[in-house]
Nanobody, 121 residues
Framework: QVQLVESGGGLVQAGGSLRLSCSAS????????MGWYRQAPGIQRELVAT???????NVADSVKGRFTISRDNAKNTVYLQMSSLKPEDTAVYYC???????????????WGQGTQVTVSS
């Protein structure tokens, strides 16, 4: 069993900052890629940022320069530092991790439960 638990969402004014955290726990051999996605009402879920186990990042153009993804491999945790927030950043943010549970076996995608981020104008 693997769980991803997110924290750090909330309500913030435009121009403000928030930091999201997501920790993975359970039967884990190795965590490969981790990332953040978001979904606003009526809109398809979209990639925000991803990070490999080696620290290589990929950030969506819409948040580049404002959001930073990082991870602590020792804690099985990924972070999303969000700055200069805009009302259009309002969405439910989901954590994702690609996890191998055993040394010989496939990796699977796991998702957190989602955390609401609301940016008021």
């Amino acid at each position: 069993q693997v769980q991803l638990v997110e924290s750090g969402g909330g309500l913030v004014q435009a121009g403000g900052s928030l930091r999201l955290s997501c920790s993975a726990s359970g039967s884990i051999f190795r965590i490969n890629g981790m990332g953040w996605y978001r979904q606003a009402p009526g809109i398809q879920r979209e990639l925000v940022a991803t990070i490999t186990s080696g620290g290589v990042t990929n950030v969506a153009d819409s948040v580049k320069g404002r959001f930073t993804i990082s991870r602590d491999n020792a804690k099985n945790t990924v972070y999303l530092q969000m700055s200069s927030l805009k009302p259009e950043d309002t969405a439910v943010y989901y954590c994702n991790a690609r996890i191998k549970r055993v040394i010989i076996g496939p990796e699977y995608d796991y998702w957190g439960q989602g955390t609401q981020v609301t940016v008021s104008s």
